[in-house]
């Protein structure tokens, strides 16, 4: 690369991509430079729908090279790289997201389902879940039946509204999974070319934990949207999460954003006897409660120190997508195959899985 090139790549990481604090260049979207005499043409490989940000992008990059370089000619064109497997049955879903952390236990394929639920209220959604060592999606959605098998391509389980499919449904057995890295590669790929999706908005897939083959053989396959990392508040999860944020980055995944869980303890009640709830004043350690008119009230307490959600997406420049409680209740509709967001409830966890779809869908 000679020395203009270099330099004119060192101008563009001045652009943030819009509505992030990280540049285009760390983005990953600069395919080349292509530079003849006094012309030259950027192109942008750019895996968004959203016209009014590559409109952004192109007027930065027309406007950052004319006033800095003596260009009689300056283009900005964005091109689609041709897929490697043109029969991947990827190709018709419209966004790939993933939902990762490279920590175990931070209540990541709560966080998957949920979301996806929600997206689904409005959008045609799938999920996959990968974790084929542990997949926990045949519990969260009570399902234990084998797929159908149609020209060696899986069927994905249609329930909720939504299309699923999982290791956990072909391994229903319960048998504990002992695979090498080689025969993981293999599995995950099969889940990406030969499961039978209908077209989509979105397809969430939930991740296991680390940064492994699994999460390499994804990111090298598959056109994905963007990653969207989940954390708990302490320093302890934080360390592990970490990893999993840089793996994006190093392979030029936009990270959309960090959900933080088990933020605080939810817990709710409901008060009897009493005529005018306005005139009640509950308090928690000097935090006064608020009560609907019903009796019906919702606190919640810290229990983890830290601020793990904040201090990572502030290191990574994207947004806090939303902070979930410890909740009873989405304990008791994970185990019992009812997804929380489809209960007709009035929560603060409620409010964040909404929240937190609208942050994707915007």
């Known amino acids: 690369m000679n020395d203009l090139k270099k330099n004119i790549i060192e101008e563009l990481k001045k652009i943030n991509y819009p509505e992030f604090n990280r540049d285009i260049i760390s983005f990953g979207i600069l395919k080349d430079l292509v530079i003849e005499e006094n012309k030259i043409k950027v192109l942008l490989n750019l895996k968004t729908n959203n016209e009014s940000h590559k409109q952004i992008i192109k ?7 004319s006033k800095n370089y003596d260009f009689l000619d300056i ?16 190709t018709n879903i ?19 389902l949920n979301l996806a639920c929600e997206l689904s209220k409005n959008y045609k959604v799938g999920l996959l879940d990968l974790d084929i060592y542990g997949p926990s999606l045949p519990t969260m959605i009570k399902n234990y039946e084998q797929p159908k098998l149609i020209d060696n391509n899986l069927i994905p389980f249609e329930k909720y509204g939504m299309e699923f499919m999982s290791f956990g449904f072909i391994n229903n057995d319960n048998k504990s999974t002992i695979w090498r890295g080689p025969m993981v590669a293999r599995m995950t790929q099969q889940f990406f070319d030969n499961v039978n999706w209908s077209d989509l908005d ?29 954390t708990t508040p302490q320093d302890l999860s ?27 303890y939810s817990f709710r009640g409901k008060i009897s006897g009493v005529k005018d709830f306005n005139k009640v004043n509950l308090f928690l350690e000097n935090q006064k409660i608020n009560i ?17 959600g ?3 997406s502030e290191r990574l420049g ?13 304990s008791f509709c994970s185990d019992n195959g009812t997804p929380y967001v489809f209960e007709d409830i009035n929560t603060h966890n409620m409010k964040q899985f909404y929240n937190i779809s609208k942050k994707i869908i915007d």
Do not use: Y
């Open 59 to 65: 007027d930065s990059i027309l406007n950052l090279l």
């Open 75 to 90: 283009s900005v064109d964005f091109i689609k790289e041709v897929e490697e497997n043109p029969g991947n049955s990827l």
């Open 94 to 112: 419209k966004n790939i997201i993933a939902i990762a952390s490279c920590k175990g236990g931070v209540g990541k394929s709560t966080v998957a």
């Open 202 to 230: 979105f397809l969430l897939i939930d991740l296991p934990p680390g940064t492994g083959d699994i999460q390499l053989t994804l990111v090298q396959k598959i056109a994905l949207t963007g990653a969207i990392i989940v």
């Open 238 to 264: 934080l360390i592990d999460v970490q990893k999993g944020s840089d793996m994006f980055r190093k392979v030029n995944v936009p990270i959309i954003g960090v959900v933080e869980n088990m933020s605080n």
């Open 292 to 308: 609907d008119n019903k009796g019906h009230f919702e606190t919640s307490i810290s229990i983890f120190s830290g601020k793990g």
């Open 310 to 312: 904040a201090e990572e």
């Open 318 to 330: 994207v947004p806090l997508l939303g902070k979930l409680n410890i909740d009873t209740h989405l």
